[in-house]
């Protein structure tokens, strides 16, 4: 009998021991670990503060620019010009075998340079003033004439229009400013004739 209480004891002090074991490394645990939760949830909430000053100076510089392009708009004013194209002038050329007309008042200026370099057929620029053609290109309005083959490269800006295909040949009107010169490429166009 006094083995089995002995051994009861016994056993009784080893469960104590291990449930104190237990208490006490885990009072090492807990807090390391809830220390961790606490600094994570922290690093959170700094991140999160931190976007919400990224979204504020985004939002900002957003606006900034969107009041410069408002204001570029603004003072850019669409250039205008007769619907009448009897007040129109006259751009014909035999060699060409092309006719069109352009705004009264505007100026317009071969680019043999030009036509080289891009190899071109033919390439004039038409402009509002000598100033603006002096410039060189791009014209406010172009007219070009290339092989029916040739191909713009990807990296070519502004608006091309195909006013005409003859002989092997495109004949195309081109505008940078979308906005200030459609209109006036539009009219060229109506009135582009192929001389046979």
């Known amino acids: 009998m006094k083995n089995y209480k002995g051994s009861g004891l016994i056993g009784l002090l080893v469960a104590i021991v291990i449930i104190a074991a237990l208490a006490y490394g885990s009072s090492f645990f807990w807090p390391k670990n809830s220390e961790k939760k606490v600094s994570n949830l ?14 504020e100076e985004i939002n900002k510089n957003t606006e900034e620019k969107k009041e410069t392009a408002d204001e570029i708009l603004n003072n850019k004013q669409i250039v205008e010009i007769s619907d009448d194209l009897d007040k129109w002038q006259t751009l ?13 008042g505007w100026y317009y200026d071969r680019d043999e340079e030009a036509e080289k370099k891009l190899d071109y057929k033919f390439y004039i620029g038409f402009g509002e003033s000598p100033e603006v053609l002096e410039k060189g290109a791009p014209y406010p309005v172009e007219l070009i004439i290339v092989d029916k083959s040739y ?11 195909i006013v005409r295909e003859e002989e092997g040949k495109k004949y ?19 009135s582009f004739e192929y001389i046979n």
């Open 92 to 104: 014909q050329r035999e060699n060409e075998k092309l006719l069109v007309k352009y705004p009264n």
């Open 151 to 161: 191909q713009f490269p990807d990296f070519y800006s502004g608006t091309l229009e």
């Open 42 to 55: 922290e690093e959170k909430v700094d991140i999160l503060n931190q976007a919400k000053k990224d979204i």
């Open 172 to 190: 195309i009107l081109k505008i940078d400013d979308e906005l200030k010169y459609r209109k006036v490429l539009n009219i060229k166009a109506k």
